[in-house]
């Protein structure tokens, strides 16, 4: 069946480091794959999503891109702020069973 | 418009009683979803509706869950007989269609409380 790993945490970072989020996943055919962040005390909120190989998703600074060949998703941002601190959750969707299957979810901690 | 807006934030119960959580869609969106994030198993998708409709029901995790959606829009999981690993924060989403993928919108979950 499809799955996803992500790396687990709390990741503890210094404002204005850069950040990377390793996911991988393993699907058959192409998935659509997502990162959905959960601030504290908030529901999920979509971050970016990429629907085939080679797509690049940004959004408020983070990108990931779609890489078929080593099914990774890997989430990056240059330079972190303490509001980035949350929890990350990698995501892949396909239309059998129109669900998404999450990752462990990984929390960021940015520290001023 | 409002989001997805879910009822009780916070329920506890005990073993053995029976637990109803509402979730309210936006309005419009024709595809709804529960999902429950707990710590043992991170977030599992539980079923989904397509209208009232409930297409797939494979990720309800025993007989004693159920759900259903009526007028296209409010929906309930029901929970019977519950049990202390049903302990969890519930999360409803809701999406404009089911496919292709466009993007889920989630509330802000009850969390149960089975003691």
């Known amino acids: 069946g499809n799955s996803v790993t992500q790396m687990e945490g709390p990741v503890t970072l210094s404002e204005e480091a850069f950040l990377t989020i390793n996911c991988t996943y393993t699907a058959t055919g192409y998935p659509s794959l997502f990162w959905y962040v959960q601030y504290p005390g908030e529901g999920l909120q979509l971050l970016l999503k990429a629907t085939k190989a080679d797509d690049k998703g940004s959004n408020k600074g983070f990108e990931a891109t779609y890489r078929k060949e080593t099914t990774s998703f890997h989430l990056e941002k240059g330079s972190v702020q303490v509001s980035d601190s949350a929890v990350y959750f990698c995501a892949l969707w396909k239309a059998a069973g129109n669900k998404l299957t999450f990752g462990g979810g990984t929390r960021v901690l940015v520290k001023p | 418009g409002a989001g997805v807006s879910q009822s009780p934030s916070n329920k506890v119960t005990e073993k053995g009683k029976d637990v109803e959580l509402r979730c309210d869609p936006i309005?419009?969106?024709?595809?709804l979803y529960w999902y429950r994030q707990s710590l043992g198993q991170g977030l599992e998708f539980l079923i989904y509706?397509?209208?009232?409709?409930?297409?797939?029901k494979s990720g309800l995790p025993s007989d004693r869950f159920s759900a259903e959606r009526t007028g296209g829009s409010v929906s309930t999981l029901t929970i019977q007989r519950t049990q202390q690993e049903d302990s969890a924060v519930y999360l409803c989403?809701?999406?404009?269609?089911?496919?292709?993928?466009?993007?889920?919108?989630f509330g802000p979950g009850t969390r149960l409380t089975v003691l």
């Open positions: 989403a809701s999406s404009l269609d089911a496919s292709p993928p466009v993007e889920q919108f």
């Open positions: 509706f397509q209208g009232n409709s409930a297409p797939d």
């Open positions: 309005s419009g969106h024709t595809a």
